[in-house]
């Protein structure tokens, strides 16, 4: 009788190494599947580890340039962010990490699909709700919710315990026990020593970015482009003092990430809520997209209607944001969002020039061809230009009168304001 097949997304670290080898010794054939979604990872010794543990295949695809274009870019547009300081790398990954497991399991016909997701935490959703909502019938293995394999791997040490008794080189180890997670967008940092929201995390634990205390005592300027919210160029200077000009998405992100990166630009240490309730303690690293987004969030200021935008931040954003976070993005109402995202970023057309220096982004301008909202003789406190100042005697009268009632309310009972 033919075994049943498993599409498991694999990594190549501890965690998915070892479920790679618990499924084989559970009896099911194994097709491994790796995104590179723009991680720093040698994916041929992953590739080679995975078929020497027993894998029967391994699918390696390379998602960069859809990550950076369907998902980074609209987060972008809508200022995507939660919690206010946290900006979704690793939410923005999964559902284009899942679209394409999925591909690969109806390819290889497979019955079940699994993942190496801990079942406190949120990914586990992400990815779950992604398969669902891209092939309903799909089963899905759940390691990390099983209890024969949570109870016999209580935590880190017996994975690392068993890697060992497989034969199974792993990178982490137990002087460094915490969990990573790359790709183009970012670097996440937490488990271990993380656990404790007061521990410092070590200098060594921070991958991408330089120290900021450490990054070059020289500023770095360079200019964003935009069209309708979305970049479209990024003009920076080389070491030799040559300007260039990079437009392909692709590249325009890569190029950021490096600027970022060298200046220490994108680190945050934060204690998040997960959607299944519980907090948790994440530090990110999150270079490019941190200029890309405040970059798009100037220029918002220069050139999108006040209304508009105020109903954007109200709610497109937060929702957007609160989707992602979540796992739904294969869902309706990311599709509905979607459609005002784009419409409300119309507007948003120009350059802005920023610099970045030790861990600090500054904007130093920004200018649209193509937008007229402001109009520095209007807003000039030096020239009367075509705003009457007369006229806003009335609108502060009619402002002001709830505001009268209100004092006179306050005043009958002797309240203090």
């Not at 699918?59 to 340039?65: A, F, G, M, S």
Request: proline fraction near 5%.
């Amino acid at each position: 009788m033919a075994k049943e097949k498993v599409c498991l997304a694999y990594s190549g670290g501890l965690d998915t190494s070892c479920i790679l080898a618990w499924l084989l010794e559970k009896g099911y054939d194994v097709i491994c599947f790796m995104a590179d979604v723009g991680q720093e990872e040698d994916f041929e010794a992953a590739k080679e580890k995975a078929m020497k543990i027993g894998a029967q295949k391994v699918y390696v695809e390379d998602l960069r340039k859809e990550f950076v274009e369907e998902f980074c870019f609209p987060a972008i547009q809508c200022n995507a962010v939660y919690e206010s300081v946290y900006l979704l790398g690793t939410s923005l990954a999964r559902p284009v990490i899942a679209r394409a497991q999925i591909a690969a399991a109806q390819k290889e016909k497979c019955t079940f699909i699994s993942h190496g997701c801990t079942g406190k935490g949120n990914d586990q959703v992400r990815f779950e709700l992604a398969y669902y909502a891209l092939q309903p019938t799909i089963r899905v293995i759940a390691p990390w919710r099983i209890p024969e394999f949570y109870n016999r791997f209580a935590g880190r040490n017996d994975l690392l315990d068993y890697a060992a008794q497989q034969n199974i080189p792993v990178t982490s180890t137990k002087a460094k026990p915490w969990s990573m997670d790359e790709n183009l967008a970012h670097c996440s940092y937490e488990a271990g020593i993380l656990e404790d929201p007061d521990t410092t995390p070590p200098e060594d634990m921070w991958k991408l970015t330089t120290d900021p205390t450490k990054a070059p005592n020289t500023p770095e300027d360079f200019g964003l482009e935009f069209k309708k919210g979305l970049p479209v160029a990024l003009h920076y200077k080389t070491e030799s003092g040559e300007t260039k000009t990079v437009k392909e998405p692709l590249a325009l992100f890569l190029q950021a990430n490096t600027i970022a990166r060298r200046h220490g630009v994108g680190r945050i240490d934060i204690v998040e809520n997960r959607f299944i309730g519980l907090k948790s303690r994440g530090c990110y690293e999150t270079p490019g997209l941190t200029l890309l987004r405040s970059a798009h969030l100037d220029l918002e200021g220069l050139t999108l209607d006040r209304e508009v935008r105020a109903l954007r931040d109200s709610f497109v954003t937060p929702a957007y944001s609160k989707i992602l976070y979540n796992g739904l993005y294969f869902s309706p109402e990311r599709d509905f969002l979607d459609a005002t995202i784009t419409a409300s970023q119309k507007s948003v057309n120009g350059i802005v020039r920023c610099r970045v220096y030790k861990g600090s982004l500054q904007i130093m301008g920004r200018s649209s061809e193509t937008e007229k909202l402001y109009d520095m003789e209007e807003s000039s406190m030096d020239e009367i230009g075509s705003f009457e100042p007369s006229e806003t005697t009335g609108f502060i009268g009619v402002q002001a009168i709830r505001l009268k009632k209100f004092g006179q309310m306050k005043a009958e009972r002797g309240e203090r304001m």
